[in-house]
């Protein structure tokens, strides 16, 4: 499956902005999904993740309340809407695939795809 991550750009802090990530190649229906992201010269983290019907996510404390992790299968796209975004949301964001468990985590590395990155710059 490839996974394709879009809606990053330059935001003021305050501001929103909504990722999308379009799978193809297969269905995503059966996977569970996350959004991770990594600033310069660090390591990349865990922002949200999302079981493969929707009915469980799960938020990194940092952005818990101001992002919500969304999935609609019918369209094979996984979104992540960011709200009340501030300069520390400044990184790449990528999507990415957990196939084996199906329910989405926070472990890195239990997902099996990942999309190329977006980069989302949000200016004080």
């Known amino acids: 499956v490839q996974l394709q991550a879009s809606g990053g750009g330059l935001v003021q802090a305050g501001g929103s902005l909504r990722l999308s990530c379009a799978a193809s190649g297969r269905t995503i229906r059966t996977y569970g999904m996350g959004w991770f992201r990594q600033a310069p010269g660090k390591e990349r983290e865990f922002v949200a993740a999302?079981?493969?019907?929707?009915?469980?996510?799960y938020y990194a404390d940092s952005v818990k309340g101001r992002f919500t992790i969304s999935r609609d299968n019918a369209k094979n796209t996984v979104y992540l809407q960011m709200n009340s975004l501030n300069p520390e949301d400044t990184a790449v964001y990528y999507c990415?695939?957990?196939?084996?468990?199906?329910?989405?985590?926070?472990?890195?590395?239990?997902?099996?795809?990942w999309g190329q990155g977006t980069l989302v710059t949000v200016s004080s």
């Open positions: 990415a695939a957990d196939v084996t468990m199906g329910r989405g985590t926070t472990d890195l590395n239990e997902y099996d795809y």
């Open positions: 999302i079981s493969w019907g929707g009915g469980w996510t």
